[in-house]
């Protein structure tokens, strides 16, 4: 499943890429992250607990930031595994200065499978959009905070 | 002897016990001691499995057992091969569990047995499984191709078998014919969906060294001979009980499921009884499914509307394993050229495995599919050809005088196909004359006029019915009278505790609700093969008759000497036994079968035994085939898709009919399940292999408000092929349905010039057709 979107964010580029790269900001501001542990230089193990319909569960797994060309772009790749399935997900980050602030380009592609994709399939574009939705909104408070 | 409850519309013996809720289904048994299982499934369609990592489980509160390959030994090896075909040159099955790498979401990894189901359930969450995740193949098209990736690595391509079966010169026929139309027609997944899903409860008794097993199956004495063999004992000493099973359909024929292993297994591990009840989401992923089929297709004629020559080439979605061998496509292909004249015929098939669910026959095994195809080229010729559409059909049916046909293909059962009787125009003209064919013309220019969009269809087909090998019954006589009859043909809801009853009581001269009918357990009769392809009423009704009517030649014997008559003096009748002429020397028929159980003195040679009692097998050599025609109107939303179907006629043949009423919902069942299949049901599958539908939110099952009131009419034709007269009748009523949903559609919509290729259909799809037409304006 492929997603995608454009946020406006109000900082300077630099600003942004800092933050998205700022494990207590990632922390702070993706829904349902349980636990978020350096286990290596961009690479972090991940407890997620989501709930996609009536599936709710946790995923264990891995995070990692590769491709990196500081500021503007990174990609990111998810790794997950738990009781209601399994979620594998790639996706990349382009930052564009826009007047005062950032647009944040991203793109995504997401596979799940086991319990959530034969029950939670129909909900799973809103459902992760609405997450990537609540993650952008919980970054635009703190880099409108920090400013 | 006077017929009297054969052909009669006699409530069913079953019934009492069903309607109060006293049935006993797997689910229903509650044995002391007894445990629960779970089974983890992999979330992958293709993965290796790189470490499986049990221990977390094993220390959760109330977990007895954690069973993975590793604990299995020989019965982790491939499951049997259940039938061979020269052709089928992978024959691939399953393991019970997967030991390094699973092929399709669902495929079983592990086994839990705990105190309760919450606690086994709780403890897969604790099953540390490291997979590496494999490229699936999944798109039936897609999976066939050489560079696709492969199912079973040993194999250079995911093709287990190509089959081809000709009659005359297709390719010269087709080469000099006046007219040829191609069609690529497509049929997706689709799952039986019974009320009662599988279920095993097995106990294992070290005592006497015996295996119970209650199973939701169609076949519970192969079951019983292939644990027997597994687990290394006698076939004595393995009981196999089918309980009331809630609907078969097909799936549940299939042998063995792993959970069939698994259950014994642990049974006999922990020495305590083990329950497992399959739920409907593991139902969508762990049970057999099927339809999926791509057929191009060409339909060749001379210039008078005449078939001159049929060709399809066809691929079939095995799904991981192929357990059941090519039985689908063989049906497909066989059933295709359906009541027509085709002297020249091409079918060839290639069965492709893919990264999905196993596939195995449901309902109508392949049959709709042939069904579809035919009557599908038989549109599109009609429309090319500007001819009626019940003309080019009538045109080309086979002609009563025309039996025993021969069609000149191998059918299912390795046999040559031989139509034995039948008479095709007049159930299509019975069907032609029911729907108001003649005046439709008329009738849907004014529902255009009205702004309404109603089409027409109808449809013919073909079932072989009745195979072989065999099937038996014992029928007995207790000192009270009643009549016990036991067969190996085990009962999902078709009837057979009163048929059965209905075909001995005639023989017996008793009431049928003398007569208890034993199925399904392999202690009351160990012989037989299942419940399948339409089988149960010729075989094992024919067998039922066979040993009635010996028993009452015994009893004659029986009540000659304590009467002073000849044999052939004797009557049966009301449940007394007299002599013809003097009723008043008479006994009951209870008192024969005590007289017949001498406790002293000699009896006589003649007897060849005690009891009223008698075994007898039917083995016919070939199919027996049914026919009919299917008729609807129906009306589209072209706007929102939706479908109403207005009016259903059935018009069907299967011989002799023994009860109608019973009869008439084995059609109404089928034709509901046909709907499903041409309109609401679909299995989708993501492009890695996910299955979309996994419950009835999405996996959309006609409701009584989507399925009409069905007009059914009986044509009867005996079979010359058995005693009875009677022809198979479980899977009529699918077989047609898509062919004549799809043509009615298309006619309602006839506006629009939409042409129909694919089953399922969906409102959504109906809708996405329309806008595709809209934007392409026609005539």
Known sequence: MRLEGTNLLPASVETVWKTINDPEALRRCTPGLKELKEIGPDTYQATLTIGIAAVKGTYAGTLAITDKRAPTHYKISLDGSGGAGFMKGEGTVDLEPQGDGTTLKWVGDLQIGGLIAGVGQRMLGGVGKMLIGQFFKCLEQHLGGGT | ?779
């Open chain 2, 1 to 779: 002897m006077t017929t009297r409850y054969i052909g009669a519309r006699i409530p069913r013996n079953e019934d009492p016990s069903l309607l109060r809720g006293q049935g006993c289904f797997v689910d229903d048994l509650q044995l002391p001691g007894m445990v629960h299982a779970a089974v983890l499934r992999s979330p992958h369609a293709h993965a290796r499995i790189d470490r499986i990592d049990v221990r977390r489980a094993r220390a959760s509160p109330g977990i007895l057992d954690v069973i993975t390959h590793a604990d299995l030994d020989d019965l982790g090896a491939p499951l049997p091969k259940l039938i061979p075909h020269v052709s089928l040159t992978h024959h691939k099955t399953q393991q019970a569990l997967a030991s390094a790498v699973v092929r399709h979401v669902g495929e079983p990894v592990a086994f839990v047995v705990a105190d309760t189901r919450y606690a086994a359930e709780d403890a897969l969450d604790l099953i540390d499984v490291t997979y590496a995740p494999l490229p699936a193949a999944v798109d039936l098209e897609t999976a066939a191709r050489a560079d696709a990736p492969r199912v079973h690595d040993d194999m250079d391509s995911n093709v287990c078998a190509h089959y081809t079966q000709r009659v005359g010169d297709a390719e010269r026929a087709r080469a000099q014919a006046r007219h040829r139309f191609a069609e690529r027609l497509v049929m997706d997944r689709g799952a039986a969906a019974p009320m009662e899903t599988r279920g095993v409860v097995a106990a294992w008794a070290p005592r006497t060294g015996s295996l119970e097993i209650w199973d939701s199956t169609q076949a519970p004495i192969p079951i019983r001979n292939g644990l027997a063999a597994m687990f290394h004992l006698p076939q004595q000493s393995v009981r196999v009980t089918a309980p009331d099973v809630g609907g078969g359909f097909g799936p549940k024929v299939m042998m063995y499921y792993p959970e069939e292993i698994l259950v014994p297994f642990a049974s006999r591990r922990l020495g305590r009884p083990v329950k497992w009840i399959e739920d409907r989401r593991e139902h969508f992923v762990a049970t057999n499914q099927e339809r999926e089929q791509i057929h191009d297709a060409e339909i060749a004629l001379d210039e008078h509307g005449h078939i001159v020559a049929i060709r399809t080439v066809f691929l079939y979605d095995a799904g991981a394993y192929c357990p059941y061998g090519l039985i689908v496509p063989i049906v497909a292909g066989t059933t295709l050229p359906g009541p027509y004249r085709i002297p020249n015929y091409h079918c060839e098939f290639k069965a492709v495995f893919t990264n999905k669910t196993i596939v195995s026959p449901y309902r109508g095994a392949g049959r709709p599919h042939g069904v579809f195809v035919m009557e599908r080229l038989l549109d599109r010729a009609a429309r090319e050809l500007a001819m009626d559409r019940a003309e080019i059909r009538r045109r080309n049916l086979i002609q009563p005088d025309q039996f025993p046909y021969e069609v000149g293909l191998i059918y299912q059962d390795n046999a040559p196909m031989r139509y034995d009787s039948g008479n095709y125009p007049q159930c299509l003209r019975r069907a032609v004359d029911s729907i108001g064919y003649a005046g439709w013309t008329a009738q849907q220019a004014a529902h255009r006029a009205a702004g309404r969009y109603v089409g027409l269809g109808v449809a013919c087909y073909v079932e072989g019915t009745g195979i072989g090998p065999y099937e038996g019954c014992r029928v007995t006589v207790e000192p009270s009278g009643h009549v016990f009859v036991a067969t190996g043909v085990g009962t999902q809801g078709q009837g057979h505790m009163t048929v059965f009853a209905q075909i001995a009581a005639d023989a017996l001269g008793v009431r049928p609700s003398d007569v208890t009918v034993r199925t399904g357990d392999t202690a009351a009769f160990g012989w037989g093969t299942g419940t399948f392809a339409s089988r149960a009423a010729v075989v094992a009704g024919t067998a039922v008759s066979l040993a009635a009517r010996a028993v009452g030649e015994k009893t004659r014997l029986v009540a000659a000497t304590l009467l002073e008559a000849r044999p052939d003096e004797i009557e049966l009748e009301a449940g007394t036994v007299f002599v013809r002429g003097v009723p008043a020397r008479a006994l009951s028929l209870g008192e024969v079968a005590a007289a017949a159980n001498p406790l002293r003195f000699a009896m006589p040679p003649e007897w060849e035994g005690p009891g009223l009692e008698a075994t007898r097998y039917f083995a016919p050599p070939s199919a027996t085939f049914s026919n009919g025609v299917h008729a609807c109107i129906v009306e589209v939303d072209p706007d929102t898709g939706a479908l109403e179907i207005l009016r259903y006629v059935v018009v069907h043949d299967c011989g002799r009919v023994l009860n109608p009423m019973i009869l008439e919902g084995q059609i109404h069942g089928g034709v509901a399940q046909g709907l499903g299949g041409a309109f609401w049901e679909k299995l989708a599958y993501d492009p890695q292999g996910q299955p979309l539908a996994t419950t009835f939110m999405d996996y959309l099952l006609p409701t009584a408000v989507e399925v009409p009131s069905l007009e059914v009419e009986h044509e009867e034709t005996p079979s010359p092929s058995n005693p009875l007269g009677v022809k198979g009748a479980g899977e009529a009523g699918v077989i047609p349905v898509p062919a004549v949903v799809a043509q009615a559609i298309e006619d309602a919509l006839r506006p629009f010039g939409i042409h129909i290729t694919e089953m399922p259909l969906s409102p959504d799809r109906v809708r996405q057709l329309v806008a595709e037409a809209r934007r392409q304006p026609c005539d």
